[in-house]
């Protein structure tokens, strides 16, 4: 089950963040493994080749931080691995999150009604 976020994407941020793979849903989190951001869109992924610092940036604005914190969510850091993803929509900017297995189910059918 994902939870809707009452934020979306700034814009252009996929693209500044360094995903280019062209699906509409892409999971975003971090690998504590080299401590970087990663991208999965259910047929690609990758670590490393994202920009950090956007990726941070985003995760500590007041709102969005106080959203995964309300909702017990936890998007990796340098310690410990991702419990859970953002699944955003690279159309509508929507920001989605929930356990990184629904995370990846919704991104492989790539439909985030269920």
Known sequence: ???KA????PTDFLRYFGYDGGRR???LYWEP??????YDDGV???CGMTDNWLFLGFGRRPDVAAWL???GLHLGDSEAEAKHWLVVDGVSGEVHAGHWR?????????????
């Open 102 to 114: 629904d995370a990846r189910r919704v991104l492989i059918r790539q439909d985030i009604s269920g």
């Open 25 to 27: 849903f892409v999971g």
């Open 69 to 71: 914190s309300g909702n």
């Open 33 to 38: 493994s080299g401590d970087e951001s990663c």
């Open 44 to 46: 690609s992924s990758a």
């Open 1 to 3: 089950m994902l939870v």
């Open 6 to 9: 009452p934020f979306t994407l």
